[in-house]
């Protein structure tokens, strides 16, 4: 009887004190040294964004190089240039063109210079290509396992 209470405790203290998963992205532009299609990750640290999505933009100019720039998404919805082309739909794994609010040309909806990427599935997802666990469910099991450790010996 006693282990369950102390189980229902536990389960609750996290349930309670549970804070949000944030993501972590890397923050940068190709103006950078070694932001460009792939980032040198050891140049750019992760950084938090909260619970929304990494992105990144590449912006194709005629030519030129692909000019890219990776950030959070609430960060780029602070600039009117963002907030105005971000594609409206943003789901993981997406890459769409950006919208163009034109009002002399309005049956021409997107620009293809702009294409906007949408990850939030693992830490570092706006160009890295592994996964992460997650850190309350980490913390969880091992709680519970050495609980019922503790309570056996």
Known sequence: MGTVVTLSLLLLSIAVFHQGEAIM????Y????GCSDHVVWRMY???ECGPEFCVKVIEQVPGEEPRYLRDCEHNLLKSARHRLRMPVLRRHGY???ARKNDPHN???TTDSRFTYCFCNDWNG???ASHKSVSVS???SVSAL??????RIL
Not at 145 to 150: K, N
């Open 137 to 139: 469910l980490l913390t």
């Open 30 to 33: 190709s103006a950078m040294g």
């Open 95 to 97: 890459c769409l063109p």
């Open 145 to 150: 396992v050495s609980l019922a450790l503790w």
């Open 25 to 28: 992205c890397h923050r940068c």
């Open 125 to 127: 997802c706006n160009t």
């Open 45 to 47: 640290p992760w950084r």
């Open 106 to 108: 309005p049956l021409s």
